[in-house]
Each structure stands twice: as C-alpha cells, then as structure tokens.
C-alpha cells in the first residue's frame, strides 16, 4: 500500500476558501500515485487559531466535506481529510475528522476524544467524542485518532481490540515539542504492534511554529519515512501484512492482563 501524508503550510493571510481549494488540488495530484492520502488536523483554520473556531466551524457535510469527497473521487483514493471545526445544530463545536472513500462516498467521521488546552481553546470552545473508530479498507483496518489523542495509549489499545493495523493521527503539533511528537508516534506503534501514520501541519498558527515532520512508523518502531518542517507531500510503500507477522513473531499483546475484561490465567 502507499500513503501520501500531505503535511499542509497554514498561515495567516490566506483564506480557509483559498486554502481549500488548494488543498483539493493537492489531493488530486495523488490520483494514481497513492492509495490513502491523509491530511493534517484543522487544516482549514489552525489549530491554534482559537478564535476562528466559532466562525469558521461547519456542519458535518459543509464546505470542506464536499470538497473533500470530490477530490477523493477525482484522485480515486482514500482520503482521510483531518479534520474541521464541525458544527452541531444540537450540540457544541467538534473537531471532527473526515475519511472518504475512493467514490467519494463518506466511510468515517471520528470526533476527537481528548481535547487540548487544559482550562482554554480547544479544551472549553468544544465538545468531546465518545466514539472510537475504524475504518476498514482493502488490505488493512484504519484506527482513528486526532494530535492530543496521541498522549493516552489507552485509546490505542481500544483501537487495536477493535481490530485497527494502521493507526492515523492528524495533528496540528507546535515545533516546541516536536521531541515528544516522534517519540509518542514511535511508542504507539511499538506498544500496539501496528503502523503509524502521524501527519502534521506546518507553518504557524496564531503566532504558534508547527513541528511539521509528519511521520510513518512501522510495527516495529521503524522510522519508515519523515518529512521535514515545510509544505511537502510525504509518500511512502508500506505492507499492512507486516502487522500480522510482527504480531506473530513477538505476540506480546496475548500476554495483555490489565484492562481486558477477563483477565488471562
């Protein structure tokens, strides 16, 4: 399988229409040359670009989802499309992410669970997700998770007993913990014994430097690819079969005891 992490440039000046539009460009630049693209977290604002949330914020299937699902559709791929600022009617601001498939068509929204900020921004402007999710594609199940997600190894865990290989995390990481970025991405792969695909933004938000270096781990904790901290495409060969024979080889997740509901004897 190939994966394209598009590790997307936000900043100031230009508009969430403008970079819209430029984004579906580079989505379909991958026609033919990836079968899962994925992009990174609030792409459309920043995700330190707090007071944009509320204006900028759009139901499910709004701008962003339409042109996203036609970009899918003119690349033919997978497209996990990070994630918006989503609009409830009935309820709070999500940051809700988006997959497609290769018709189009919708395969997966994922509500991030952990939200970011402690006692401001994300953490008090938006609603938390209740659910995890998966998305099955030809030849490996995705497990979705956002940025701050990836600090709770147990979300993982749940993903994986949920049957996920390929865990993908969108985030809009700040370059002052970059260090953590690539040593969290590279322990939830070890620790779940699946690939990781980490893709991030670049740029600045609301004056906050982006870590860019979106990143593919392997099960075993291999760097496979890494990008450096501008706008660049990040493409690279995988075999999701590897999951299987890691988990065969080294199968430390049948030795699981806490957290399973009938413990192992």
């Known amino acids: 399988m190939r994966a394209s992490l598009i590790q997307i440039a936000v900043e100031e000046g230009e508009s969430v229409e403008s970079r819209r539009g430029r984004v579906a460009s580079l989505v379909r630049e991958q026609a033919g040359a ?25 139901p499910l299937e709004g701008p962003t989802y339409e042109a996203m699902s036609k970009a899918a559709s003119d690349a033919g791929v997978w497209l996990h499309a990070g994630s918006i600022p989503e609009r409830d009617p009935d309820g709070p601001l999500y940051n809700t992410s988006l997959v497609f498939s290769p018709s189009g068509e919708p395969a997966a929204a994922y509500r991030k669970i952990h939200r970011f900020g402690f006692d401001k921004g994300e953490a008090v402007l938006m ?32 993903l994986v007993d949920a049957g996920a290989e390929t865990l993908v995390v969108p985030a809009g990481w ?9 040593l969290l991405a590279q322990a939830r792969a070890v620790e779940n014994q699946a690939f990781v695909l980490a893709c991030g933004t670049a740029g600045t938000h609301a004056g906050v430097p982006q870590a860019g270096h979106s990143i593919v ?4 904790g291999e760097v496979l690819a890494e990008a450096g901290p501008g706008e660049q ?10 999951v299987a024979t890691t988990r065969e080889q080294f199968p430390a997740l049948k030795d699981r005891v806490l957290g399973l509901t009938t413990p192992r004897r």
């Open 233 to 242: 495409v990040l493409t690279v060969d995988f075999d999701p079969a590897k």
């Open 174 to 182: 700040p370059e002052r913990r970059r260090a953590h970025w690539t």
């Open 34 to 58: 990836a079968d899962l693209v994925v992009l990174p977290e609030l792409w459309t604002t920043g995700a330190f670009a707090y007071e944009e949330f509320g204006s900028e914020a759009e």
């Open 127 to 158: 609603g938390a997700g209740r659910d995890l999710v998966t998305v099955r594609l030809p030849g490996t199940t995705l497990g979705l998770a956002t940025c701050y997600d990836l600090r709770f190894p147990e979300l993982f865990r749940g």
């Open 217 to 220: 781990v392997d099960p075993w």
